[in-house]
């Protein structure tokens, strides 16, 4: 049967984005302007999961809690790029099951509902999950957005690193030696980590693999981005990276 997904949002410009990049892979997508629309649409068919911008704050949130109390069998997923941390995180407490930031790839949206629609009837992930996971996101983006600031001020640059062992790392203070105090070392899993290198550019990342590549045992990947090279924005940082993150380099190389 054809997964049917429906996208809440006042622009036509998102319903096409999603439309574009779901349909192809065979889903039915369908748009809403409005919550009423919405649910004269939930009412007449069968609905995968609904996709809800959160920038109207508590009424998006009641929308997310009606949408799961009415019809507990759809899935209720965040797509937006308003990124206030208390809102987003109080959408996942109302229901959602999980969060997607604008501007985003199409095949990593693709990837993401797959994932959704595939799943259990009720949660893919615990809440506390869904909620570490956006509080990662969010200091990471504000850790990305305060660096682009200080390096357009003073003409420094800086660099993202992605890093994914091959086997769960046995301590976090055998990474953070191979940092300085002024970088920023996020866990995003037991075997992933993201670094922000302040001040430095593709030589830092340089100095800083060559180490881990003669200190670790364990094997690992990873890829890196720098300002202003990668990207000027923080949007085109992130999509360069997740991009290059498809495809890291290994340690052995």
Request: glycine share 4%; hydrophobic share 40%; with cysteine.
């Amino acid at each position: 049967m054809t997964p049917t997904v429906m996208v809440v949002d006042e622009s036509r410009i998102t319903f096409l984005a999603v439309k574009n990049a779901l349909e192809k892979d065979g889903f039915n997508v369908i748009w809403a302007k409005n919550e009423q629309e919405a649910f004269t649409l939930l009412r007449r068919e069968k609905i995968d999961l609904v996709f809800v911008d959160v920038f109207e704050g508590e009424e998006s949130l009641n929308l997310i809690r009606r949408i799961r109390e009415e019809f507990p069998d759809t899935k209720v997923a965040v797509l937006s790029a308003y990124v206030d941390k208390d809102l987003i995180i109080n959408s996942v407490r109302a229901g959602a099951i999980d969060y997607i930031l604008k501007p985003f790839k199409l095949d990593y949206l693709l990837e993401r509902v797959k994932k959704i629609i595939s799943s259990a009837p009720r949660l893919t992930v615990s809440l506390k999950k869904n909620i570490e996971d956006l509080e990662i996101t969010l200091k990471f983006e504000d850790i990305v957005r305060k660096e682009i600031k200080r390096s357009n001020r003073t003409g420094s640059r800086f660099c993202v690193m992605y890093v994914k062992f091959e086997d769960i790392m046995r301590d976090y203070e055998t990474i953070k030696k191979f940092f300085r105090e002024t970088d920023y070392i996020l866990p995003i899993s037991a075997s992933e980590y993201l670094f922000v290198l302040t001040l430095t550019g593709k030589h830092g990342i340089e100095a800083v693999t060559k180490r881990m590549k003669e200190k670790l045992s364990e094997r690992f990947s990873y890829t890196y981005v720098c300002y202003p090279d990668d990207g000027k924005t923080y949007e085109e940082i992130i999509l360069t990276l997740k991009d290059r993150m498809s495809k890291p380099r290994g340690n052995e190389s």
